[in-house]
């Protein structure tokens, strides 16, 4: 099994190629075309959709909408339900991100420090979340708590949240943890440090990019997921995400799709962004000689 | 002290890997009952095969079964038939590497629903790409490519949705493979097919199952691309169970295929798995 | 006829670094050719342009007097040991050795008889079904030089092959590589930072330093009769002075006006004698140094002495005997016939 963290993070630097530059740079020009297309093209068909004039509208064959406002954005702010799910949205996501961390760094340090027989079985185990279908989990599991008598939907999407994120906090935090130098520990207790400041001096440099990592990825996801936040919230706690899927689905209303989709991705992709430069900057701080 | 370092162990894996064992093998163990006439909302609980016969003997439960299966299988060989070739491209640095590794894996973050959206724009009956057919006068009239009967519209977001992934994982094990390797290989009289089959394949053939195996069990549930661009005539597993709980509250039928969608994604990615070792490994035996 | 044979060969790299200028070497067919040099001075990219990794920026590479500059290396009749051995880690040994021979479609049996003489010649029978990841460093080097030898190349290449090894395997692994060359008859083209090494295997040395040719000979003729300062330096050590011409015979140094039996090269900058060079016990005849001892080392078989004079800061000499009898300062003669005169800088 291939560890997810591992695979994408510890990329070694090598060397530039030296051979086939020209073929390089033409099959990136090409790919370059080509993904301009796949990303740009979609995406600003969604900012067009958004501001579309609902007095004109933009029927077939215009190439662009005839005229633009920003009426959308108002009118599905103030006549929808969009403003208290952005606010569920955002109240659950951090929530999740924080109970997951607490509830991922036991195992985390546990998977990092100790030797134990299953462990391997133990890690593989922390990845089955990742591999029930979704809407499986989200329809038991709400039968689930159903017969349990839990009736508050955001505890609900809560528990069930944390336990399908779990995997990824595992996983980084297992990394951050396994970051942790033993020789820096020994060398704070010997200099005579409390177990607080062992933790601040040896402990907390190597986790903090990991935490924040976790924090974040969990965040997101929490943002993004549909499956459980639909079936388990409905019909009286909405998410970003069943906005969304109600203008998709049986009332679809294209505008309205548009200013919702674009309310859901790009937050995400500017926290992604953020995380990316965060991890950058964190690994010259990962000073040291291995071994 | 044995006795005391197993129970700190215990301790510690309890809150991660002892709620997540207790949450999914709850959620698995009503999901099990619920389809044999447990846990049920009204009515009595008794032990029945009926909902299974019922489900298992109706037309739509096998078109939704072999409908999700075909999905799963073409997004999950798709995707890394795909991601292997630019895997292998992208395997060391040049300029202007890096963006486009990152361009590629820009859907990773795109949520499902929202790139189902971004396409129906693109691919709508008026939309971008029928226009630009009709302009340039391949067609003449637009072509149907959301809700098409060949589902061509799901395989796509599938792809456009997890190619991305497969990248992320062979990107990974491809570059672990170190350059002597590659160039042993060539000194010793291997072309670039007979490397890729002979040494990077079986390189990275865990990284490709783990692919495949994701991939396989992401798509078999999928409910979001289905229900936006997915065929109207047949429903996918994950969208014929939530009819199934939504009408009428069949809750004990849509249990019946909830479980059967879980043995689909857990064998179906299995065999697919194991299949790709054999096809990868044959590479070895001449 | 040449085995292999560099004409004019550069090697600009895409970010402007010119990794060899103009580089001609001729290697005839059995010899044991060694190219030597400290880490960038483009002695691996030379191997790999031999070995077709590299295409040279210009020039021509020749291998039994046909033009192979744009073969690739799965073309070329070249085998190479990696640095890291470089061993498929999914294949066992055996596999690993016959994955050549499978390639170019070698039958079955003569692929077996390869097989089995280098398995018993580089004596790793009992390991052949092991994968790599199971055998000792020495071991691993030894499969892969097999695996270059199965496929029955004409020239082999190797590019610092030891360098991963302890002191005492590399010399045994060193006295297995010429073995296994007298007895197959390949070409060798070796190259190493390690001047005993150098010394030790070659029929000849190609010293090399920022991407030129600094020297070509034989062991003796290169570390007896260096060209250049670099050359000096590199192999073995060497005390560099500065001089002036007197005469043909005589010149003047930092050490004294010294007597030398060669011409002076006009093209010379400096002259060059080695430690082991002085004669001690000796007190009249002419080149008579006599200088204060600065440190000594002992190094069991000699002790290091350090002198320095004016001009001439930290020369070494090797007092044949126990640090304990060198008194304070050290009295004693160069030979005329042992002070060479070398072009080029000082490092």
Known sequence: MVSLADSGATVAPKKPTRRAGALNRFLMIVLMTIVAIWLIVPFSMAVLWSLVDPETGWNYPDLLPPSLTHLRWVEVWTTTALPQAIANSYMLAPTVAVVTLILASPTAYCFARYDFAGKGLAQLATLLPLVVPGFVLAIFFSSLIFSLGIYSRFLSILMAHCVLFLPYAIRIMTVSFGQVRQDLIDAARDLGASPLAVFRAAYMPALLPGILASLIIVFIQSIEEFAIAFIVGAPNFTTIPSILYSYLGYNFIRPNAAVVSLILVVPNVLLMLGLERLLKSANPAQTGVKG | ?286 | MTALRSIDVSKVFEDGFTALADINLSVDPGEFVTLLGPSGCGKTTLLKIFAGFYAPTTGRVEQNGADVTSAPPEKRDTAMCFQSYALFPHLTVAENIEFGPKQNRVDRDERLDRLNELLRQVDLERHREKLPNKLSGGQQQRVALARALAMRPSVVLFDEPLSNLDAKLREQVRREIRGLQRKFGFTAIYVTHDQSEALAMSDRVVVMSGGKVEQIGAPEEVYQRPETAFVADFIGSANLLPFDRVDDHVVETPLGRLTVSNRPDPNARFICWRPEDAEFGVSEGGNIVTSDISERAYQGAYTDLHISVAGAPDQRLHWPGGASCVGQSATFRLPPERIRFVRGEIA
């Open chain 2, 1 to 286: 002290m044995r006795w005391r370092r197993t129970l700190l162990i215990l301790a510690l894996l309890t809150p991660g890997l002892g709620v997540i064992l207790l949450m999914i093998g709850s959620v698995f163990y009503v999901a099990v009952m619920q389809s044999f006439g447990y846990y049920n909302l009204v009515g009595e609980d008794s032990f029945s095969l009926e909902h299974w016969e019922k489900v298992l003997g109706s037309k739509q439960f096998s078109r939704s079964l072999s409908y999700s299966a075909y999905i799963a299988v073409v997004a999950a060989i798709g995707s890394v038939i795909l991601a292997y070739p630019i895997a292998i491209w992208l395997r060391r640095p040049f300029r202007g590497s890096l963006a486009i590794s990152a361009v590629l894996k820009a859907p990773l973050f795109v949520p499902g629903l929202v790139a189902s959206f971004l396409f129906l724009n693109v691919i709508a009956f008026h939309g971008v790409v029928n226009q630009f057919l009709m302009w340039i006068g391949i067609t003449d009239e637009p072509i149907r490519m959301q809700n098409d009967r060949g589902a061509w519209g799901v395989v796509f977001l599938q792809l456009w949705k997890n190619m991305p992934f497969a990248l992320l994982l062979l990107t990974g094990a491809v570059q672990s493979i170190s350059d002597e390797v590659l160039d042993a290989a060539r000194d010793l009289g291997a072309g670039s097919f007979a490397r890729f089959r002979k040494v990077i394949a079986p390189l990275t053939v865990q990284a490709m199952q783990a692919a495949l195996i994701i991939i396989f069990i992401g798509a078999a549930g999928d409910f979001a691309f289905q229900v936006t661009a997915g065929p109207t005539n047949v429903q996918s597993m994950a969208q014929y169970m939530v009819f199934l709980k939504d009408s009428f509250g069949r809750w004990n039928q849509a249990a019946v295929v909830g479980v059967s969608l879980m043995i689909l994604a857990l064998f179906g990615s299995l065999i697919l798995a194991f299949i790709s070792s054999v096809v990868l490994k044959s590479g070895n035996k001449w």
